[in-house]
């Protein structure tokens, strides 16, 4: 069964730093583009960031040049350095992926459960 778990949330002050992560595992086949959505409370949920299988990023213009989107294609991972942290970004992120698990033969969209990020003036 595939999964997407993310980790590395927690608690940052304004102009912190934090660095997300998702594992994708499972009997995973093939992972495509990836991307990191947050959601605030009372707001929906927006992608901030994507990536795809060959690197190519694209950001919201609200996180371009503190946000940055990478991979790790061998290990499966997906990672969002952010920086410059600003009270609007606190927020539960969410990993989403396009997986084509095995024995399937086409791609299906995953979501992890999210991770909150809080961020403290």
């Known amino acids: 069964q595939v999964q997407l778990v993310e980790s590395g949330g927690g608690l940052v002050q304004t102009g912190g730093s934090l660095r997300l992560s998702c594992a994708a595992s499972?009997?995973?086949?093939?992972?495509?583009?990836m991307a990191w959505y947050r959601q605030a409370p009372g707001k929906v949920r927006e992608s901030v960031a994507t990536?795809?299988?060959?690197?190519?990023?694209r950001y919201i213009e609200s996180v371009e040049g503190r946000f940055t989107i990478s991979r790790d294609n061998a290990k499966n991972t997906l990672y969002l350095q952010i920086n410059s942290m600003k009270p609007e970004d606190a927020a539960v992120y969410y990993c989403?992926?396009?997986?084509?698990?095995?024995?399937?033969?086409?791609?299906?969209?995953?979501w992890g459960k999210g991770t909150q990020v809080t961020v403290s003036s």
């Open positions: 989403y992926a396009m997986i084509r698990p095995r024995n399937s033969p086409s791609y299906s969209p995953y």
């Open positions: 990536i795809t299988s060959h690197g190519i990023t």
């Open positions: 499972g009997t995973s086949l093939g992972v495509d583009a």
